[in-house]
């Protein structure tokens, strides 16, 4: 029987490209993390954590929405799979395939980009499913 577990990212929020990280997150089947507090982070100007410019969960509530299922939409056919391939398709162009014959290319340009017949936005992914 072969055991699986879940991997998170660093907290996501702490990071200077929160797009580019959560594209970075399926690419490698990582879940996002987040470092949030329940008040701004002003607040910990004056502590030991003043290095954490941006941790109030009012601010981050609708990115860690738009994370979870950014993340999940990709990773959800992958889950109890192995990556059996990762090949660079094209510059900034990348697929992972499972051992369950699912498909991932992900974007990482800042523009539009194709695989043979696959239109991918940038810094975005489109999922195959092999059923």
Partial sequence: MRESFWLFTGPVNLTSDFRRELLRAVDYGLFPNFYITSESSMKL???A???L?????ENWR?????????VSK??????????????EVADGLFRNT??????????????????????IEPLSYVVEVSR
């Fill in 49 to 51: 954590s003043s290095d």
């Fill in 45 to 47: 100007v004056e502590t």
């Fill in 74 to 87: 990709a990773l959800e056919n992958t889950l109890n799979s192995r990556l059996v391939e990762r090949v």
């Fill in 62 to 70: 609708d990115k860690i929405e738009f994370a979870y299922d950014f």
């Fill in 53 to 57: 410019f941006s941790t109030g969960y």
């Fill in 98 to 119: 499972y051992d369950n014959g699912t498909s991932i290319t992900l974007n990482y340009n800042e523009n539009p980009a194709r695989a043979g017949d696959l239109e």
